[in-house]
């Protein structure tokens, strides 16, 4: 079974911490994503990556980084939180292969930032 | 732009009541990919379905059913005689193609279901 695992499903923050969130797959997958989750908006990509090292804006990268230094991990950054940042974050992975193959979640992590 | 509307916010039935789940989509691609991801409580998205755009076939599942109609931009989900464990979150979810897409998806606002007994 693919395995999508996140370090954390709950953390607490103050605002202006760096915080890190860390997702690992067990697939040798290429292709990995970052969601938040906000009620009444859905999953929105913040950050993808294609392949080790390399990475690609989704459609809200502001206020966040990624890094990619191994193909199993792919970890989201917070360089400084803040309060609007508290949300659900999902990972995700797929293979690049082929087209049409789905994505793999992770359990999230609720992220609140006091 | 790609655009995915989940109208339905939450739905509540009881069990053995039929739902739809309603799905509309905008997208200029003329080949693409639509997708249904169930969230249950625990909070993992677990894969339903993929649809590509040349298959307007219906599918069945079990209990669970897709319309899928291109005229109309549709892709919705039914699940017949439904069940208390049915009670998630779905969401639709539109696959960007060609370029750099890398597989990225555009979701709905997600569908709160709940069963009750």
């Known amino acids: 079974d693919v395995k999508v695992t996140q370090s954390s499903r709950y953390l607490v923050k103050r605002t202006g911490e760096k915080v890190f969130l860390e997702c690992v797959q067990d697939?040798?997958?290429?292709?990995m994503f970052w969601y938040r989750q906000d009620p009444g908006l859905g999953l929105r990509l913040i950050y993808f990556?294609?392949?080790?090292?390399?990475?690609e804006k989704g459609d809200i990268p502001e206020g966040y980084s990624v890094s990619r230094e191994k193909k199993e991990r792919f970890s989201l950054i917070l360089e400084s939180a803040s309060t609007n940042q508290t949300s659900m974050y999902l990972c995700?992975?797929?293979?690049?292969?082929?087209?049409?193959?789905?994505?793999?979640f992770g359990p999230g992590t609720r992220l609140t930032v006091l | 732009a790609q655009k995915v509307t989940q109208a339905q916010t939450e739905i509540s039935v009881v069990e053995k009541e039929d739902v739809t789940l309603d799905c509309v989509y905008e997208?200029?691609?003329?080949?693409?990919?639509l997708f249904w991801y169930k969230q249950p409580p625990s909070g993992e998205l677990v894969f339903l379905i993929r649809?590509?755009?040349?298959?307007?076939q219906n599918e069945i599942s079990g209990r669970y059913s897709w319309n899928f109609q291109k005229s109309t931009s549709s892709f919705n989900f039914t699940i017949t005689a439904s069940q208390v464990v049915d009670s998630a979150v779905y969401f639709c979810?539109?696959?960007?193609?060609?370029?750099?897409?890398?597989?990225?998806?555009?979701f709905g606002q997600g569908t709160i279901l709940t069963v009750h007994p």
């Open positions: 649809r590509n755009s040349f298959d307007e």
């Open positions: 979810a539109l696959r960007h193609t060609g370029g750099t897409s890398y597989g990225k998806l555009t």
């Open positions: 990556s294609y392949d080790v090292k390399m990475k």
């Open positions: 997208t200029r691609d003329t080949t693409y990919y």
């Open positions: 697939m040798d997958h290429e292709n």
């Open positions: 995700a992975s797929r293979t690049g292969t082929s087209g049409n193959n789905e994505q793999f």
